[in-house]
C-alpha cells in the first residue's frame, strides 16, 4: 500500500508541466523592440505571435517579422547554407507606457497547437 502511495506521488510530480519561464525586455516609449528567436523555415516550423495586439490600447505596435539566415565565420568563401538555421526577428513600436506579456508559438501551419513547451517562448515587455 505505502509503494502504491509512492508511485502515486511520482507520477502526478513528474507529469506536472514546469511553469513557462518569461524573458524581460526593458525599452523606452518610442523605442523599437526587437525579440529574436531561432528559426530553421526548411523543416516547415514558424513563430507566431500568439499575443493578440489591440490597435490603439495595446503597449505595442507590431511593425514586421524578418528571417536572418546565419553567417558562417569560419571561411569567407563559404556561403549560407540552403535549409540552413538563423533567426526570425520581430519588431515593435513601443507607443504606451506599462507591461505586456507577449507568447510566440513554434509550430506548422496546420497543427493547432505547439508540440511541447520547446516551441513556446514568453517575454515579458516592460515600456517606462
Known amino acids: 500500500m505505502i509503494s502504491f502511495a509512492i508511485l502515486l506521488v511520482v507520477m502526478l510530480t ?20 526587437l525579440i529574436d528567436l531561432p528559426d530553421t523555415p526548411s523543416t516547415g516550423y514558424r513563430w507566431e505571435l500568439r499575443t493578440p495586439l489591440e490597435e490603439g490600447s495595446s503597449i505595442l505596435k507590431f511593425e514586421e517579422s524578418v528571417y536572418e539566415a546565419e553567417e558562417k565565420q569560419t571561411n569567407s568563401r563559404e556561403r549560407k547554407k540552403v535549409g540552413g538555421g538563423g533567426k526570425r526577428i520581430f519588431k515593435f513600436s513601443s507607443v504606451n507606457k506599462g507591461e505586456i506579456d507577449l507568447e510566440f508559438v513554434r509550430r506548422r501551419p496546420w497543427e493547432k497547437e505547439a508540440a511541447n513547451e520547446e516551441n513556446t517562448r514568453v517575454f515579458h515587455v516592460v515600456i517606462e
Open 14 to 33: 513528474t507529469s506536472q508541466q514546469p511553469p513557462r519561464e518569461r524573458t524581460q525586455v526593458k525599452a523606452k516609449k518610442d523605442q523599437a523592440v
